[in-house]
Nanobody
Framework: QVQLVESGGGLVQAGGSLRLSCAASGRTFSSANMGWYRQAPGKEREFVAISGYLGSTYYLESVKGRFTISRDNAKNTLYLQMNSLKPEDTAIYYC?????WGQGTRVTVSS
């Protein structure tokens, strides 16, 4: 059974940092793109960042320079380092690889 399990969310003040993790099990994703998405209250899910299996990375314009996506294929884990957090970053963050999604981890940024 393939699972993606996110962790690392929480409540943080504006300007603070959080590091999200997404641990994959049931298969490896070293040859697949992996990404982070988020869904804010009352809004549709949106792309945040993607880590290409060949090493490329892409970001939502509003998080460029503040968020960093990385992966450790040996640990089958995807990360999202989030710095200089803003209240508008408040959302549930989801990990994605191929057709698989995690259950999400909540990030709340207070002003």
């Amino acid at each position: 059974q393939v699972q993606l399990v996110e962790s690392g969310g929480g409540l943080v003040q504006a300007g603070g940092s959080l590091r999200l993790s997404c641990a994959a099990s049931g298969r490896t994703f070293s040859s697949a793109n992996m990404g982070w998405y988020r869904q804010a209250p009352g809004k549709e899910r949106e792309f945040v960042a993607i880590s290409g299996y060949l090493g490329s990375t892409y970001y939502l314009e509003s998080v460029k320079g503040r968020f960093t996506i990385s992966r450790d294929n040996a640990k089958n884990t995807l990360y999202l380092q989030m710095n200089s957090l803003k209240p508008e970053d408040t959302a549930i963050y989801y990990c994605n690889a191929l057709e698989y999604w995690g259950q999400g981890t909540r990030v709340t940024v207070s002003s």
